[in-house]
Nanobody, 116 residues
């Protein structure tokens, strides 16, 4: 099992910035990929960004150029720096990990609301 502690969500005005952080514990020895997903009201969960243990990143088109994902392997943390936020970024953002055996886990999520 994997446990998550997510933080950094909140209310921000359009054009503003937020940094999400996630600390992972539990069965962390076999984690390969870490990342973030979002789920907007009434919609399915979708990928925001992922990062491999070696630092290779993958971003959704909507996140490219605005969001930056990073991780600290020693601390088992992953962060998402979000800039130039838009109202359509409003969603619950969940931390994500994938183990080497292919098992995937998502955190409970943190709410991000972009509104004036």
């Amino acid at each position: 099992q994997v446990q998550f502690v997510e933080s950094g969500g909140g209310l921000v005005q359009p054009g503003g910035s937020l940094t999400l952080s996630c600390a992972v514990s539990g069965s962390i020895f076999s984690i390969t990929t870490m990342g973030w997903y979002l789920q907007a009201p009434g919609k399915q969960r979708e990928l925001v960004a992922t990062i491999s243990r070696a630092g290779s990143t993958n971003y959704a088109d909507s996140a490219k150029g605005r969001f930056t994902i990073s991780r600290d392997n020693a601390k088992n943390t992953v962060h998402l720096q979000m800039n130039s936020l838009k109202p359509e970024d409003t969603a619950v953002y969940s931390c994500y990990v994938r183990q080497s055996i292919g098992r995937e886990y998502w955190g409970q999520g943190t709410q991000v609301t972009v509104s004036s």
